[in-house]
Structure formats: C-alpha cells, structure tokens
C-alpha cells in the first residue's frame, strides 16, 4: 500500500466512530480523569492492511530461529546458570503482556479520540502477539532444556511463589483502579517507555552473552513494537494535559507508577542480569551501568524531564532515590541475596556465586564483598544436604525480611522501612514511597479531591502470611514444587543433578516450621513492635526458629 493510500484508509477508519445519541453510554472502565475532544493525531497511523504483513514478517523470522536453535543444539551450549533463573523470568512476562492486552479496552473507554482508538487496537493485537511467542519460547526451553522441571509448572508457579506474586501484582496494576492510572500513565508512559529499555535491550543481551540467542530474537521482535505503544501513551499524556483538571491526578499517578516499576523491575531484571549470568568480562556493563544510560539518560533526561515545559511537576527525588537505592544501597544485590534465601520455596535452581562473580562485583560495586562476600561463601557451603537445614534456617546473620505491602518486594533496604497501621491492618513498606501510594493515593479521597476510579490494594499481599508456621516440607508439597519421584525438590541452592545425594528432598526440609513475619509483627504489643522496628532497620541479626523436633 502506498503513503496516500495508509492516510485515507486511516482517515476513512475515523468515520466508523459516532457518539450514540440514543443512549448514554456506561461507564465500564472509570476514570476520575477529565476529556474533552482534543485533536491530538495518531502520529503512526497504522492500519491493519500494512500491520499484519509486517507482522508476519516478523513472526517468521523468530519461529525461524527457534527451528534452528534446535538444529544448532543451542541448548546443549547456553548457561545452565542463566536457563535456571528464565524459568522465574518466562514464568512472569507473558500475563503482563496480556495484561497489557486487556488494559486497552479500559484505555479507549476513557479516551473520547477515535484515531487514538485505533492505536490502541493495534496495541492491543501486538500485546496478545508479545505474549504468545514468549510461551512459545518457554515451551520450546521445557522441552528441550536438560532440567525442564520448573518450566513445566511456570503458570501456577509464577502466581503462588514468593518472587512470582510480585511480578503478579505489577501486571495487575495494567488492568485495576482507575482506567487512566493503569492504561496509560502505569503501563504506557512509565513501564512500556522506561523500563522495557533493560527488559527488552538489556536483557537480551545478556543472555547472547551465555550461549542464548533465542530470548534476543523474541524480546528485539517484541522490542520493535513499543513505538507504536510509546507513541500511544504520549498522546493521551498531551490529551491529559489539554485540561488543567488533571494535573493534580498527573503528578500522583507519575510519582507511584515510577516507583512501583523501579522496585519490581529493577529488582527482577537486576537479579538476571547480575546473578544469573557466567559472562564476568570487566569490560560487562553492570545493571548499574545499563539503568544510567537505557533509564536515566534515555527516559528521564529526554523524555520525562521535558514534559516540566508543559507545567508539570517531574518526581525529580524518586528517579534519583531509585538511582541511589541501585547504585549505594545495593538493591539489586539485597534483591538476589533474599531469592537465594527463599530458594525452598521456589520453582528453579540457583547457582551460588564463585570466585570470579567475587572479583567481577568487587570491581563493579566497591565494597561490595564486605558486604556480601560471607553470606554467599556460607550459600555454598550450606548447598547439599549435610545434615543442616536450608540457609533461612541457619545461622548466617540474615534476618528474613519484611515485606512491603505496596509493592510486595521485601523491605531489603533495612534502614528505609515504614511501619504503620492501615486499615486495621500493621503493615510494613519498603519506602515512604511505598507506605504513601498506600496511605495517600490508592484512596477515594486525594488531597480533598474525590477520586472514587483510584482502587485499593487488597488481597493476601505479603506470601508469607498464606503459610505462617507450616513446615516447610508441607509447603513444598502444597505449592507443587515436588519432582516426579514424588520426594525431590524443583529448586535446588546449586546446579549439581549429577548426584542424587546431593538434592534436596522433602525429608530435608521437614521440622522447619515457616512463621510470617507480618503475623508475628501484628502479635506484637505496640512497644514490642517499636523495638523490633528499630533492630530491624539497623539489620540486626536474626533468622528462622531452629528444626522442630518430637520432643518439642
């Protein structure tokens, strides 16, 4: 088709849009934002006649690649380290790509611009698209991975995890409260324009770099769609603008959507990128060094930072605290430092850290073994079953951690966490952040304004409280996380299948009974909390009772 021919069938698209006069439409998906017509354009103005093909195209070329990665063997060659922690990493990302998908409808509900509208189907089918081959590419790995346990179960697993529920409720929030919070400013202008740079760039590089290149040909095919979504977002961003009314709903949502991505993504991609790769070249950038130039410099400073020209305040002090938390609190590493220490309750095996993964962290993150270097030493050598239990239960000076109830990730940043009773409710937050998109902005009132579309955060939000004093054996069995053998775990804390009697089995970790910390802290009397807070925050040692025995 040629240029005039794609502008008058994008043209003749609009005339099959009318306002009922008939009727007044319901509201379905609702948003306290304000509309009027504006006649911001569709700036791609893509229509289904020159979309499919190029899809087509595109889907050729990586089912292509999938057939030769099975002729070249490619699974015989990558990275054991790295297939383990896809089976987390695939587990999550398709249901936000079809949350994505579903978050369309609530987008053109609220947005009264037909050509608009148009984008947004277009998105909706590249969503649909994003997520199918990516099952795909999981089902390719299960079936023909050496240990395919864990991507087997990937779709139960990932929503009754400890790490999966996190990436459960970041794809949800594409799809609740209010239209506009979800569809457009969470999804599109923070997670699809920010953050996809390391979900679909960096990450992908990461995995050629240990014999994978099967993840860079689906995530680059899926990579080249977000224009078309980026271009989407900004133009009900500027539609937003046009009404002076929305501001105040503008800055709130920028500063929780910024937030709540920054604390799942960061932590998720972070940990695969740093600790789930064997490539320790010093010449490697760092997760701290991809996040400057993909987030800091490409988004913020060139995206979001030029919108203050259209009067709108930028939250200026969480892109740079997200920045200090990765690069001075070690957020990502408190990140990969709590997986590995919930490894029982998971469905994939973690490589501990070795010699080189020492000296390649300490030249990237100074300081970093002083602050790390014992635990994982003390990970490795709490690996087999050796008549101890898993490393939560040992003494290493680890507390287990709180968990943030907003966003779900621990509170591992010890000195930051809030405590405070909500709803009835004592809750912990990672962050002030966190404990005011609680506290403050998911609530029917903001700064006196009624906003009725804002939802809540509800729900069995902090995993541990599903189990709270089970035996950790009990867990296992009930989550599914149990080989076919009926008594060896999925997860193990190393990568060795070659011995039997060095896997762990239900046997290994029964008499460990699993208490949540957000139970007990509600237990707590006031001052008996107080002073738990206080130790908490200063990283006071702790840990798990010790083994039950029958005279117990």
């Excluded at 057939?67 to 060659?77: L, T």
């Excluded at 037909?114 to 089918?125: D, K, S, T, W, Y």
């Amino acid at each position: 088709m040629g240029r005039q021919s794609l502008k008058k069938s994008h043209e003749k698209i609009q005339e099959l849009s009318w306002d009922p006069q008939y009727a007044t439409p319901a509201d379905k998906y609702t948003t306290d934002y304000t509309f009027e017509k504006a006649p911001k354009k569709d700036p791609l103005k893509q229509v289904l006649r020159s979309y499919f093909p190029m899809e087509e195209e595109k889907d050729d070329r990586v089912y292509g690649a999938m057939d030769g990665a099975i002729r070249g063997n490619m699974f015989r060659q990558v990275q054991e380290r790295w297939m383990e922690w896809q089976k987390l990493f695939l587990s999550i990302i398709p249901f936000p790509e079809i949350s994505a998908a579903r978050a369309m409808p609530l987008a053109i509900g609220a947005v009264p611009n037909p050509e608009i509208h148009n984008g947004l189907a277009v998105q909706m089918i590249d969503e649909v698209r994003h997520s199918t081959i990516q099952m795909n590419l999981k089902r390719l790995y299960m079936n023909h991975y050496i240990d395919p346990a864990g991507f087997d179960l990937t779709e139960k697993g990932f929503s009754n995890c400890y790490a999966g529920t996190i990436g459960r409720q970041f794809g949800e929030a594409f799809i609740t409260g209010d239209a506009l919070t979800a569809a457009n400013i969470y999804l599109t202008i923070v997670a699809e324009t920010a953050f996809t740079n390391t979900l679909f760039v960096a990450m992908p590089s990461e995995a050629a770099a240990n014999g994978d290149y099967l993840l860079p040909t689906v995530f680059h095919s899926v990579q080249s769609d977000e224009s078309r979504h980026i271009s989407n977002g900004y133009s009900i961003l500027l539609m937003a603008l046009a009404n002076e009314d929305n501001r105040q709903l503008l800055e709130r949502d920028l500063r929780y959507a910024w937030w709540n991505n920054h604390a799942v993504v960061d932590a998720a991609i972070g940990t695969f990128i740093e600790y789930g790769t064997k490539d320790r070249r010093k010449d490697r950038p760092s997760y701290a060094e991809m996040w400057r130039r993909w987030i800091y410099d490409d988004y913020y400073r060139s995206y979001l930072a030029p919108l203050e020209k259209y009067g709108l305040v930028i939250p200026h002090d969480l892109v740079e605290e997200a920045w200090n938390r990765i690069w001075n609190k070690g957020y990502v590493h408190e990140v990969a430092q709590f997986f590995a220490t919930g490894w029982p309750a998971n469905y994939w095996r973690i490589d501990g850290m070795t010699d080189e993964d020492f000296e390649w962290f300490e030249h990237k993150y100074p300081g970093w073994y002083d602050k790390y270097g014992k635990w994982w030493e003390n990970y490795n050598r709490l690996r087999h079953p050796n008549g101890h239990g898993p490393i939560a239960f040992e003494d290493v000076d680890y507390q287990y951690p709180h968990r943030c109830w907003s966003c779900m990730v621990p509170c591992l940043i010890r000195e930051d966490t809030v405590m405070d009773e909500v709803d009835g409710q004592v809750r912990t937050y990672c962050s002030e952040t966190c404990h005011w998109t609680d506290a403050v902005a998911f609530r029917p009132t903001y700064q006196g304004r009624e906003t009725p579309s804002m939802g809540r955060l509800t729900g069995k939000r902090e995993w541990e409280t599903l189990y709270h004093n089970e035996d950790l054996a009990d867990i296992m069995t009930d989550l599914g996380y149990v080989r076919d053998d009926g008594k060896t775990l999925v997860p193990q804390p190393h990568l060795d299948l070659d011995d039997p009697k060095k896997l762990w089995t239900l046997d290994d970790v029964r008499g460990y009974p699993f208490p949540s910390p957000n139970v007990l802290l509600n237990e707590m009397s006031p001052d008996e909390r107080e002073a738990h807070m206080e130790e908490y925050r200063r990283g006071g040692p702790g840990g798990r009772p010790a083994k039950e025995t029958a005279d117990a």
